[in-house]
T-cell receptor, first 117, second 115 residues
Framework: DAGVTQSPTHLIKTRGQQVTLRCSPK?????VSWYQQALGQGPQFIFQ???????QRGNFPDRFSGHQFPNYSSELNVNALLLGDSALYLC????????????????FGPGTRLTVL | GNSVTQMEGPVTLSEEAFLTINCTYT??????LFWYVQYPGEGLQLLLK?????DKGSNKGFEATYRKETTSFHLEKGSVQVSDSAVYFC??????????????FGKGTLLTVNP
């Protein structure tokens, strides 16, 4: 059973550039969320996608955008990169139609480490 | 809004010592509670969860009980091993206020276990 996968593992960009991160959810999952984890901090919710639409958004600027594809995979795009965008970006998936024990349980990928110079 | 407060680390223990990491929460609805673990250089792994009051989650010798009256979900293990060294995150999710099960995390507690 394949878990959540993310690519690339590491990425180095310069200020002002744009970046795209990719995520494939756990098999059978239909909902994908993205989180930003700054060094030494807990993850912060960016947004959540279900049925190819953004369903909920955290306190992040419009420079952060996303997409979900028909196969449930997802992309996170960040424009006009700032030094403060350097972080580990985590993708999590869950099964919206799962029973009460599973529909609220998210499983995380290994993350993409983004460094902005 | 929702929030999670967990014991700040770092916590350093000797192998076979007893572990407690405190976690309290504030939530407007009826949240589910989670402990995630993050090993160096890796993503988050779900350690255990509890979905309603008085539930006990357990896994790999770790336990936590959902205490609604004290709004707490403390993580315990009777005998830690060197391999338990990691960062532990307490988190909650619920559907209140349109949160749609997004996770709210604490800041994490770094545990180091020495042989």
């Amino acid at each position: 059973d394949a878990g959540v996968t993310q690519s690339p593992t590491h990425l180095i960009k310069t200020r002002g550039q744009q970046v795209t991160l990719r995520c494939s959810p756990k098999s059978g999952h239909d909902t994908v969320s993205w989180y930003q984890q700054a060094l030494g901090q807990g993850p912060q919710f960016i947004f959540q996608y279900y049925e190819e639409e953004e369903r909920q958004r955290g306190n992040f600027p419009d420079r952060f955008s996303g997409h979900q594809f028909p196969n449930y995979s997802s992309e996170l795009n960040v424009n006009a990169l700032l030094l403060g965008d350097s972080a580990l970006y985590l993708c999590a998936s869950r099964w919206l139609a799962g029973g009460s024990g599973e529909m609220n349980t998210q499983y995380f990928g290994p993350g993409t480490r983004l460094t902005v110079l | 809004g929702n929030s999670v407060t967990q014991m700040e680390g770092p916590v350093t223990l000797s192998e076979e010592a007893f572990l407690t990491i405190n976690c309290t929460y504030t939530a407007t609805g009826y949240p589910s509670l989670f402990w995630y673990v993050q090993y160096p250089g890796e993503g988050l792994q779900l350690l255990l969860k509890a979905t309603k009051a008085d539930d006990k989650g357990s896994n790999k010798g770790f336990e936590a009980t959902y205490r609604k009256e004290t709004t707490s979900f403390h993580l315990e293990k009777g005998s830690v091993q060197v391999s338990d060294s990691a960062v532990y995150f307490c988190a909650l999710s619920d559907r209140s206020g349109g949160s749609n099960y997004k996770l709210t995390f604490g800041k994490g507690t770094l545990l180091t276990v020495n042989p």
